[in-house]
C-alpha cells in the first residue's frame, strides 16, 4: 500500500544496496537510533537481574524505584515509536534534505562479534562504576582475607584460649608418650623374658647334647691323652698347621695313603673271591695288612688334626681350633669307623678279608690325592688319563672276582661257560671280563638260567659303563688337548685366507714360521687371554716378577713412583719378531718404548742396513725417550733402524698408555719430563747441531729468484757504461 502511494507520488526510493530484508520495514532517521536504545534496555534488563543475583543483600527500596522509573519510561517510547513511524510516512511530503540512509550490513558474523564486544565493555564499565562508588566490592581475582581488628580484650581472649588449647594439646602429645613408653617397656620385658626362657632352653638341649656326646667326648680325650707327646715331636718337623692346598710334604703324604686305601680295595676283594689265604700266606697278608692300618692311623692322628681351614674369610692357623674342626667333621667319624679292627675276629674264627670292608668307606682321602695332585702337576691331564683307566681297569677286576665266585657257585668246569680250573684263576677270568664286558665277543654259550642272567647282567654293564668311561676319557683328551685345537684351527684359518687371496709363498713361509715359533714358545697365539681371566692382584704379581726388575734399570724410569711402574707393567704387551723383521725404522713416528724378552735385536744403518752398530739382547730397552718427545718439528722420529737378530720376544709400551698412567702421577711427570730434556741433550749429535745452526736468516726467505731478462740488460748496460767512463778517466790522467 505504501510503496504504491510512493510511485504514485513520485517519491524517491532508496537504494537496493541499502535496503533491508522484507521481513523489517525500512526504519526512518528518527527511527534508526531508538531500535538500539530498546536493544539497550532489554540488555540492561538481565544485566540487573543478574546484579541483583549476584547482590542479594540490597535494599528493596532500589528495586521498587527502578519498577517505578520503568512504567514512567513505557508511555515515552510509546509516544516516540507513534512519532518515528509518522515521520515516516510524511517523510516524502516533507521539505528539506533526504534523511541519511541506515549503515548497510556487510556481515552478521562480524556485526554479532562487535556488538558483542560492546555488550562487555558496557558491562565492565558498569562494573568499574560499581568498584569506584563501593569499596567493599569484590573483584573477580582471588585476593587474600583481610585480617579482621579486635578490641584489646577480644584479642587478650582469644590468645588465652589459643594458650589453653594448646596446653591441652601438649599434655595429650604427653600422655600418648607416656602410654607408648609403657608399652615398650612392656614389650622389652617380654622379649627378655623370651630370651631368658629361650636361653635356658639351649642350655638344658646343650647339656643333653654334652650328656649324648659323653662317648665321642671320652675318645677324643684318650686320642689326645694318648698321642699328645708324639704330637710334640712331630710339630719341630711337620709344624703346628699345614696349608692342605700348597704344602708338598702333605700331597706327599696323601700319595702314601691312596696307596694304602687302594691296596685295600684291589687285594681285600680279590682275597674274598679267589682261595689266596693258605698258612703260607696269611703271615704277609697280616703284615700289609698292618701296615696299611698303620698308614691310617698315623694319618688320622697326625695330619689331619692339623689342617688349616677357612672360616668367614680367615684362615684359621690355630692348632688347638683346627684339631676341634677335624674332630667335629663328619670325616672324622668315618675315619674313625674305617679304623675300627674288625680283624681281630679272625683270632676266634677263620681268617677273611671280609673284616676288612669298612675300610672301603673312606675314600674321600684318594679323591682329595686326586685333587691335591691335578693343582701341582703342569700337565694334570696325564694324572686325568691314568685315573680313568684305573676306573676301567677296578671294574674289570671286579667283574673278574663276581665271575670266579659264578663259577665255584656252579661248579669249576662243570659247563664249558664256567673257568674250568686250569691256569692262574685270576689272570683267566680277567681275561674273560675283557671279553665280556667290552663285547669283543668269542665267548662260550651260557647253558643255564644263571649263566644266561650273569652274562646279560654284564653286557648290560658293560654298555653303561664302558661307554661312561670312554665318555670321560675323551673329555680328558679333548681338554688336554684344546689348546693345540685352537692354535690348528687358527693356523688353517690363516693359511685358507692367504691360498684364497693368493699370498706370496714367501709371506704364507714367514707365518707359518710365527705360529709355529709362537706355540713352541709360550703354548698360546696371545698371553693376554689368559691373564685376562686373573685378578688383577694376581695379574701384578706375575707382571711384577717378569719385569719389575728391568723396568727398575731404566735410567728414565728411576726415582718415579713404584706403583706408577706396576702401573706401566700391567699395560705391556708381548710381540715376537722373526729374524731379519724390522722393530721400528729410520723416520718413523715413535710411539712406543721396547724391553727385550728374549732373544736379541741390532741397531742397524749403512746403504744397505749391512753395518751392525750395537746389538742388545735380553733385558735391554730401547725407544723410551720417544715416549716424552712431542711431534713439533719431528721430534719423535727414529733416528736408526732397529731389526730382529733371531726371533724376539719383546714387551711394548705405548705412549697413548703411558699418558693415560702419568694422570694418576703428577709428580713422576715432572721428573719423567726433567730427565727426558736431560736424555735428549746427552743423546743428541753434536755435528748434526752444527750443521743446522749455519743457515740463520736467509734460509727463512727461501732460495734467491732469478733477475728477469729487463733488469739483467739494463744492468749489463750500466755496467759497460760505466767501465767506459773509468777507461776515460785513466786515459785523461795519463
Not at 700319595?255 to 694304602?260: G, S, W, Y
Not at 753434536?686 to 740463520?696: H, Y
Request: a positive charge; glycine letters at 4%; proline letters at 6%.
Amino acid at each position: 500500500m505504501l510503496s504504491r502511494l510512493k510511485r504514485l507520488i513520485g517519491a524517491p526510493e532508496p537504494p537496493p544496496a541499502q535496503a533491508t530484508p522484507p521481513s523489517s520495514t525500512t526504519p526512518p532517521p528518527t527511527k534508526e537510533e531508538k531500535p538500539p536504545e530498546k536493544k539497550f534496555e532489554k540488555e540492561e534488563q538481565p544485566k540487573k537481574e543478574e546484579e541483583k543475583k549476584e547482590e542479594p543483600k540490597q535494599d528493596d527500596t532500589k528495586e521498587e524505584e527502578k519498577k517505578v522509573e520503568e512504567k514512567k519510561q513505557e508511555p515515552k517510547k510509546e509516544e516516540a515509536k507513534s512519532v518515528s513511524f509518522s515521520l515516516y510516512l510524511f517523510a516524502p511530503f516533507r521539505e528539506g534534505p533526504p534523511p541519511t540512509p541506515p549503515p548497510a550490513v556487510y556481515s552478521r558474523y562480524t556485526d554479532d562479534i562487535v556488538r558483542t564486544l560492546v555488550k562487555r565493555l558496557r558491562e565492565r564499565r558498569e562494573l568499574l562504576k560499581e568498584k569506584a562508588t563501593d569499596p567493599y566490592a569484590t573483584s573477580p581475582e582471588v585476593t587474600p582475607p583481610v585480617t579482621p581488628i579486635l578490641r584489646k580484650d577480644d584479642y587478650i581472649r582469644l590468645k588465652e584460649e589459643e594458650r589453653i588449647a594448646k596446653e591441652e594439646a601438649d599434655k595429650r602429645k604427653a600422655e600418648e608418650a607416656a602410654k607408648k613408653a609403657e608399652e615398650k617397656k612392656k614389650k622389652d620385658e617380654e622379649k627378655r623374658l623370651e630370651a631368658e626362657k629361650k636361653a635356658e632352653e639351649e642350655r638344658l638341649a646343650e647339656q643333653a647334647r654334652k650328656k649324648t656326646k659323653t662317648l665321642p667326648d671320652i675318645i677324643c680325650s684318650c686320642f689326645d691323652v694318648l698321642f699328645h707327646p708324639i704330637e710334640e715331636k712331630f710339630d719341630s718337623i711337620l709344624g703346628t698347621t699345614i696349608d692342605p692346598f700348597t704344602d708338598r710334604r702333605y700331597i706327599s703324604w696323601l700319595a702314601f695313603v691312596a696307596v694304602a686305601y687302594n691296596y685295600n680295595m684291589w687285594f681285600c676283594s680279590a682275597r674274598l673271591a679267589f682261595p689266596y689265604h693258605s698258612e703260607t700266606a696269611n703271615p704277609y697278608w697280616v703284615l700289609f695288612d698292618i701296615l696299611s692300618d698303620l698308614v691310617t692311623l698315623v694319618d688320622i692322628v697326625l695330619w689331619q688334626p692339623r689342617l688349616q681351614f677357612v672360616k668367614a674369610g680367615d684362615i684359621i692357623k690355630d692348632r688347638a681350633i683346627t684339631k676341634q674342626h677335624y674332630w667335629k667333621s663328619a670325616r672324622f667319624k668315618i675315619d674313625i669307623i674305617s679304623i675300627i679292627p674288625f680283624d681281630l675276629f679272625c683270632l676266634y674264627f677263620e681268617f677273611s678279608s671280609i673284616y676288612r670292608l669298612n675300610r672301603f668307606i673312606r675314600i674321600e682321602c684318594f679323591f682329595e690325592f686326586s685333587d691335591r695332585l691335578e693343582s701341582i702337576m703342569a700337565k694334570a691331564y696325564i694324572w686325568r688319563v691314568v685315573r680313568t683307566t684305573g676306573y676301567l681297569l677296578f671294574m674289570l677286576h671286579l667283574n673278574a672276582c663276581a665271575f670266579y665266585v659264578a663259577s665255584v657257585h656252579q661248579g669249576l668246569a662243570s659247563t664249558k661257560w664256567v673257568y674250568d680250573g686250569q691256569g692262574t684263576a685270576y689272570l683267566r677270568c680277567y681275561y674273560f671280563a675283557v671279553r665280556s664286558l667290552i663285547n669283543i665277543g668269542g665267548l662260550p654259550e651260557p647253558v643255564t638260567t644263571f649263566e644266561i642272567t650273569f652274562q646279560m647282567t654284564n653286557f648290560f654293564i658293560g654298555v653303561f659303563v664302558f661307554s661312561s668311561l670312554i665318555g670321560q676319557m675323551r673329555d680328558v683328551i679333548g681338554a688336554a688337548t684344546a689348546a693345540q685345537t685352537y692354535f690348528r684351527a687358527s693356523m688353517d684359518g690363516c693359511v685358507d685366507y692367504m691360498n684364497t687371496n693368493a699370498i706370496p709363498r714367501y709371506v704364507q713361509n714367514r707365518v707359518r714360521t710365527w705360529y709355529n715359533y709362537t706355540w713352541t714358545a709360550q703354548g698360546m697365539l696371545d698371553e693376554s687371554e689368559l691373564l685376562d681371566k686373573m685378578p688383577l692382584v694376581m695379574r701384578t704379581a706375575i707382571a711384577v716378577d717378569v719385569n719389575l726388575a728391568t723396568f727398575q734399570k731404566i735410567a728414565l724410569f728411576q726415582g718415579c713412583d713404584q706403583q706408577m711402574l706396576v702401573d706401566m707393567l700391567l699395560r705391556l704387551k708381548s710381540i715376537i719378531y722373526l729374524p731379519g723383521d724390522f722393530v721400528v725404522k729410520k723416520g718413523d713416528i715413535g710411539k712406543e718404548m721396547y724391553i727385550i724378552k728374549s732373544g736379541a735385536v741390532q741397531v742397524v744403518g749403512g746403504p744397505d742396513n749391512s753395518i751392525v752398530f750395537v746389538t742388545l739382547k735380553a733385558g735391554c730397552v730401547f725407544g723410551e725417550i720417544s715416549l716424552l718427545q712431542s711431534a713439533k718439528d719431528g721430534g719423535n722420529r727414529r733416528t736408526a733402524n732397529v731389526k730382529a737378530h733371531g726371533f724376539a720376544n719383546l714387551f711394548v709400551l705405548e705412549k697413548k698408555d703411558l699418558f693415560d698412567i702419568l694422570v694418576h702421577y703428577p709428580e713422576s711427570q715432572k721428573v719423567l719430563a726433567r730427565k727426558g730434556r736431560k736424555l735428549v741433550k746427552a743423546k743428541g749429535p753434536v755435528g748434526a747441531k752444527t750443521n743446522e745452526e749455519k743457515p740463520k736468516g736467509l734460509i727463512l726467505f727461501g732460495p734467491r729468484p732469478p733477475t728477469p731478462k729487463l733488469f739483467r740488460t739494463i744492468g749489463n748496460l750500466a755496467k759497460g757504461k760505466l767501465k767506459e767512463k773509468l777507461a776515460q778517466k785513466k786515459e785523461q790522467e795519463n
